[in-house]
Nanobody, 130 residues
Framework: QVQLVESGGGSVQSGESLRLSCAAS????????RGWFRQAPGEERKGVAL???????TYADSVKDRFTISEDHTKSTLYLQMNNLKPEDTGTYYC????????????????????????WGQGTQVTVGS
């Protein structure tokens, strides 16, 4: 059974850091689009950081220069290093993979292959106090 399990969320103060992990079981990350999404209360889910192929990560404008996506193939784990956290970073963070091809816009809107559901984790909560 394919599973993605996120961890590393928590409650921090503005300016602090967290590192999220997404461990895959029954699955090895392929080169199709994978990465992190965020859903704030009352809002739609938006892309935060994505990787496709062997390329470097692409980011929503709001997290550029603060967040870094990376992966460890030996551990089948995807990471999101989040520095200088802000209250607006608060939300549930989801890991996703097998998204086909994808493109993230500056506002976090993600255009991706149609008809491909992908594999999603259950999410981990990040709360940033001011």
């Amino acid at each position: 059974q394919v599973q993605l399990v996120e961890s590393g969320g928590g409650s921090v103060q503005s300016g602090e850091s967290l590192r999220l992990s997404c461990a895959a079981s029954g699955y090895t990350f392929t080169k199709t689009c994978r990465g992190w999404f965020r859903q704030a209360p009352g809002e739609e889910r938006k892309g935060v950081a994505l990787i496709e192929g062997d390329g470097s990560g692409t980011y929503a404008d709001s997290v550029k220069d603060r967040f870094t996506i990376s992966e460890d193939h030996t551990k089948s784990t995807l990471y999101l290093q989040m520095n200088n956290l802000k209250p607006e970073d608060t939300g549930t963070y989801y890991c996703a993979a097998e998204l086909g091809s994808c493109l993230i816009k500056g506002d976090g809107t993600v255009y991706r292959s149609t008809g491909i559901r992908g594999v999603w984790g259950q999410g981990t909560q990040v709360t940033v106090g001011s």
